[in-house]
């Protein structure tokens, strides 16, 4: 206390005879300029001696928070300048009270700003170690979506917790700020009921993040719907169809209803196509194009290609041809490729084995010979 009684009676000496509002000013401009001079030397200090060796630059994690929070920390050191300032200017007590909350509120909220983008810097350089340049790289796609699910899920803690901070500020709301951290008494309990699908939806996304029941691309079949995952936020899953369409699907389903994955541990995929052909179809001539078709095509994985008679009907019978690719999109396009050129193939070699509608002969009236001599006879269908 006695240095800041000193700097203050330094201070107003070197003001006297200027109006009290324009001295105020004046120190708090001071206070706020050398604020920004000191922070730009620190940055210097810091870029030359400590994020910089002989071998170039190091630390990038601390690097890159430094960069991108400049703004901030200029910010929150200007108030934090003026707030000591604040305490040697001559000023009304109820309006230098009222300036020192706001400037408290600026650094809460600053703080908040620089743990965000703290977060971010360390996901971004966390997940420069995997990339996704092939689509099957699980390894990749399982950890992209614990960062985004979890950064998420940060960035959230870090809102309730400026906002609660802010909060307490206020005397007379400092009940609901005290909610936010400890959930007590009955402000809490109205908190937490208005939070609740906030609250499930984080605790749903912590759950994704960990056991991974899906993953960002991941193949999936929702309410009958196929599509691919392309997003996962705090709240809702975007699915992408296969037309193009965004189905939206919240959080919580993944957790509480059944659903197909179909990339779950691996990529590959089987496809199968079904042909219905005629009893007279030549097997074994199918399964040697189909030999002939995968082999020849970039889609087909080479694990399995496999012609199997799986039904008798009473016109045709059914084949299930059963191939194998490397991603859900290469085995559907694989599936369409096998039967289009199948069917080409029986019609030019084989047409008598596509379905045919066969016509049996009409069997006569049993009284037919009963019939009285004088009637006419009956035109025959050839003359």
């Given at each position: 206390m006695s240095g800041i009684e000193a700097i203050r009676s330094s201070i107003g000496d070197a003001l006297v005879g200027v109006p009290d509002w324009l001295a105020a000013i004046l120190v708090l401009a001071i206070a706020a300029i050398a604020a920004l001079i000191v922070h730009r030397l620190i940055y210097a200090i810091l870029e030359r001696g400590i994020l910089r060796d002989g071998n170039g630059e190091r630390h990038p994690f601390l690097r890159s928070v430094l960069t991108r929070a400049k703004g901030p920390s200029a910010l929150a050191l200007v108030a934090f300048a003026l707030a000591a300032a604040l305490q040697t200017v001559p000023i009304n007590p109820a309006l230098s009270a009222g300036f020192a909350r706001l400037l408290l509120i600026a650094s809460i909220v600053l703080a908040g700003w620089i743990a965000h983008i703290a977060t971010e810097v360390g996901s971004d350089l966390y997940l420069r170690q995997f990339t996704r340049t092939s689509q099957d790289s699980l390894l990749a796609r399982k950890h992209l979506t614990q960062v985004r699910i979890l950064k998420r899920a940060?960035?959230?803690?870090?809102?309730?917790?400026?906002?609660?901070?802010?909060?307490?500020?206020?005397?007379?709301?400092?009940?609901?700020?005290?909610?936010?951290?400890?959930?007590?008494?009955?402000?809490?309990?109205?908190?937490?009921?208005?939070?609740?699908?906030?609250?499930?939806?984080?605790?749903?996304?912590?759950?994704?993040?960990?056991?991974?029941?899906?993953?960002?691309?991941?193949?999936?079949?929702?309410?009958?719907?196929?599509?691919?995952?392309?997003?996962?936020?705090?709240?809702?899953?975007?699915?992408?169809?296969?037309?193009?369409?965004?189905?939206?699907?919240?959080?919580?389903?993944?957790?509480?209803?059944?659903?197909?994955?179909?990339?779950?541990?691996?990529?590959?995929?089987?496809?199968?196509?079904?042909?219905?052909?005629?009893?007279?179809?030549?097997?074994?001539?199918?399964?040697?194009?189909?030999?002939?078709?995968?082999?020849?095509?970039?889609?087909?994985?080479?694990?399995?290609?496999?012609?199997?008679?799986?039904?008798?009907?009473?016109?045709?019978?059914?084949?299930?041809?059963?191939?194998?690719?490397?991603?859900?999109?290469?085995?559907?396009?694989?599936?369409?490729?096998?039967?289009e050129k199948l069917i080409a193939f029986l019609q030019k070699e084989f047409p008598t084995a596509l379905p045919r509608t066969r016509f049996g002969a009409v069997p006569q009236d049993a009284n037919a010979d009963s019939k009285p001599a004088h009637d006419e006879p009956s035109h025959s269908a050839v003359e």
């Open positions: 940060v960035h959230s803690l870090i809102v309730v917790v400026t906002l609660g901070a802010v909060l307490m500020t206020f005397e007379p709301v400092r009940q609901f700020g005290v909610s936010l951290f400890a959930s007590a008494g009955a402000a809490g309990l109205i908190v937490g009921l208005a939070a609740r699908p906030v609250l499930s939806n984080l605790i749903a996304g912590i759950q994704i993040a960990t056991t991974q029941p899906i993953r960002i691309d991941d193949q999936v079949v929702v309410e009958n719907e196929n599509g691919r995952i392309e997003e996962i936020t705090s709240t809702y899953v975007v699915i992408r169809l296969w037309d193009l369409r965004r189905l939206i699907v919240p959080l919580g389903y993944f957790i509480e209803k059944p659903f197909q994955n179909w990339t779950r541990d691996a990529t590959d995929l089987l496809g199968a196509v079904l042909l219905y052909v005629d009893f007279a179809a030549p097997i074994d001539a199918i399964r040697a194009k189909l030999d002939e078709i995968v082999k020849a095509s970039p889609l087909w994985d080479g694990n399995l290609a496999r012609v199997q008679v799986t039904d008798a009907r009473e016109g045709s019978i059914e084949l299930r041809i059963l191939v194998s690719a490397r991603t859900s999109g290469d085995a559907f396009d694989l599936r369409c490729e096998v039967r």
